[in-house]
């Protein structure tokens, strides 16, 4: 294992289908007034808003509520909770929903003290908050699993005046201070955002799987995870109600990434940076936009990274060394996850999303681009491989 690095996640997890009963005990380490925000609506519908505001009745909470966080949410939104938060002297910001309303509390959490343009410093010129600076704790109770954003400080935000869509990784200072995740939760998500969700969670772990040729014990774990969310995604997209399955995939997204992973690794994140961009063009569930263009994407890394695609087919597919190149080897597992893809129902295409040719040049423009895994892309490359997706 090559590498030097510091290990640090201060998030502490409840985790079952009786996780929520510690809300309550947790709530007494905060102060009287809770910035509750959830999405469109699903809360309210399945019954878990009912529970939360009890609970937070029972602990005496004065409860501030931040509702209509859309899926990839707005810096618009963001200006919004950022004003109620101020207006209120909140003491927790409790997000209850999926990785898009984990997100924003966190962008809200960072935002509220700051005096200056918080878009320009934290999102786009990537700053940290100074260390005077204060920030509101964040908690989150999860309904969807997928981003991870449950145990990490992530936070992706989109400007839609400029169809921009960047995530900014902030200190751990801004992870959840404690999240609760109970798989009976995610039952109610739409069987599309379920699929998007499962892709995300894969993708992540590729994401950082597919860089460095060292022997990192990074890569074990990365494996085992892999060989995990293809097994309950088969069993999940089936039966959407088999508990195990689901509390299975809601417990690996978690650490897909909460950087344990990617402990001694370069990373990737390519089919992140253009899936974003895909994603604020589309509106497409974050999973989806990624799906739409990894064949393209990882059939190119593949010719730099042959010997861990290789080891990616026989340690996560199964397919077996003997009689086969390593291209040949390599090829099959790329084959395997494809296949794979379309068993559980996942878009292959950016055209199956509505992105039409002439977005292409725009989604290339918007696409941040580095140096990453295994490649080192240009700007042309980008647009070959929104071509090849299409
Ligand atoms: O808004 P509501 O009505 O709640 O509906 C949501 C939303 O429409 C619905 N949903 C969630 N839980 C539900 C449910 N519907 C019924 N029952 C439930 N229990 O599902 C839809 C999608 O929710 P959303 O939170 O948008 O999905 P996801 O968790 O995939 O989050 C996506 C966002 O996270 C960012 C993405 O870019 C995107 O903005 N990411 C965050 C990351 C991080 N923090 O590290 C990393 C990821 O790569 C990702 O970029
Ligand atoms: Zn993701």
Same mark, same amino acid.
């Given at each position: 294992m090559q590498g030097n690095f510091s290990y640090y996640n201060p998030t502490k997890l409840y985790f079952g289908?009786? !996780?929520?009963?510690?809300l309550k005990d947790e709530l007494k380490g905060y102060g009287p007034v809770v910035l509750l925000i959830y999405g469109g609506g699903s809360v309210k519908r399945n019954g878990i808003y009912d529970q939360v505001v009890a609970i937070l009745r029972e602990a005496g909470k004065t409860i501030v509520e931040d509702p209509?966080?859309? !899926?990839?949410?707005t810096l618009e939104k963001l200006n919004e909770g950022v004003k109620i938060a101020r207006q209120n002297k909140v003491d927790l910001i409790l997000a209850l929903g999926g990785g898009s309303v984990c997100d924003y509390a966190k962008a809200v959490a960072a935002s509220v003290y700051y005096k200056g343009d918080y878009w320009e410093k934290f999102w786009l010129k990537q700053e940290q908050p100074d260390a005077n600076q204060r920030l509101l704790p964040v908690a989150c109770i999860l309904t969807m699993a997928g981003t991870g954003s449950e145990m990490n400080a992530g936070t992706v935000i989109t400007d839609a005046e400029h169809t921009f869509k960047v995530g900014h990784v902030f200190d751990s200072r801004l992870m959840p201070k404690f999240s609760i995740l109970n798989p009976?939760?995610?039952?109610?998500?739409p069987i599309d955002q379920m699929k998007a969700g499962i892709y995300d969670i894969m993708n992540h772990i590729m994401e950082q799987y597919f860089s460095d040729f060292d022997d990192n014990t990074s890569d074990y774990l990365a494996e085992g995870l892999m060989r995990s969310v293809v097994h309950s995604a088969r069993i999940a997209v089936k039966d959407p109600q088999d508990y195990e399955a689901r509390s299975n995939i809601m417990w690996t997204a978690t650490w897909a990434l909460n950087t344990l992973i990617g402990l001694g690794k370069k990373e990737d994140w390519m089919v992140h940076m253009i899936g974003h961009s895909v994603g604020a063009w589309t509106h497409a569930p974050h999973g989806y936009a990624l799906a739409s263009v990894s064949m393209a994407y990882y059939r190119r890394a593949m010719e730099n990274g042959m010997p861990k695609f290789a080891r990616f087919a026989h340690n996560v597919w199964d397919i077996p060394t003997e009689g086969k190149t390593e291209r040949e080897l390599a090829q099959a597992g790329l084959q395997a996850l494809k296949d794979w893809m379309l068993e559980i129902g996942l878009p292959l295409t950016i055209s199956e999303l509505g992105?039409?040719?002439?977005m292409i040049p725009g989604i290339t423009e918007t696409t941040v681009v580095y140096p990453a895994g295994y490649l080192n892309l240009t700007k042309q490359d980008i647009t070959d491989i929104l071509k090849e997706s299409l």
């Open positions: 289908d009786e !996780s929520l009963n510690f209509g966080v859309m !899926s990839n949410p009976k939760f995610t039952m109610s998500v992105a039409t040719p002439d």
